[in-house]
């Protein structure tokens, strides 16, 4: 049942996928890197085995995580003392109860619901037996599920869930491996590899 669910959720990466799959795959290093484009910029860079949070009450603040290649990252927004902040883990496989203990955390530190969630996560391609089309799902959905679980309590709105299954080998390039989170242009976005995957007014409650 797993399974079917994830099959279902569509992959905001997909598209993408589409361009990426007519160009040949190459470990060349960009002129500037990622990780030195954002630090210009003035994005709060999480590691990899940490969370971190930031109030995003103005344009043009970020908060980002990277190299994933096989971890997993969880990027979440949600409402404390009347402002905005945006929040991003990044843990490896071996530390997953680590991963959900944090996330349990910061669901307690935030004043309101967690209004939406971002998982990202090593994926795999399945192919429907019916319709012979393939999809990207998670390989380990029951971890997504729990994670998932961490962002509400039993009397909550559940948050909007977005799931994003990601290609492993892919993450040496630039922008591949990547989630973000931050303000521009009176706008609330998350990111995911480059990709705009949730916009929002930063005044919509």
Not at 1 to 12: G, H, I, L, R, V
Not at 108 to 129: C, F, K, L, R, Y
């Amino acid at each position: 049942m797993e399974e079917e669910k994830n099959s279902s959720t569509p992959n905001p990466l997909f598209k993408k996928w589409g361009i990426l799959s007519k160009t040949p795959f190459s470990r060349e290093t960009a002129s500037l890197s990622w990780v030195d484009a954002e630090k210009r910029r003035g994005t709060e860079l999480v590691l990899i085995g940490n969370n971190s949070q930031i109030v995003l009450d103005a344009d043009d603040k970020r908060i980002a995580t990277y190299g994933l290649g096989g971890c997993t990252a969880v990027c979440a927004l949600a409402k404390k003392d009347g402002n905005w902040v945006g929040y991003i883990q990044h843990y490896p496989p071996r530390r997953r109860e680590e991963s959900m203990k944090a996330l349990e955390h910061f669901r307690n530190s935030v004043s309101g619901d967690i209004q939406t969630v971002a998982i990202m996560s090593p994926g795999e391609w399945v192919e429907d037996d019916q319709t012979g089309k393939w999809t990207m799902v998670f390989k380990d959905s029951g971890l997504a599920d729990k994670l998932a679980g961490c962002c509400t309590k039993d009397d909550e709105k559940l948050p909007q869930i977005i799931n994003v299954p990601y290609l492993e080998f892919m993450s040496g390039k630039y922008e591949e491996g990547t989630l973000a989170a931050g303000t521009s242009n009176g706008e609330l976005y998350i990111e995911a590899e480059g990709i705009p995957i949730m916009r929002k007014p930063i005044n919509d409650d």
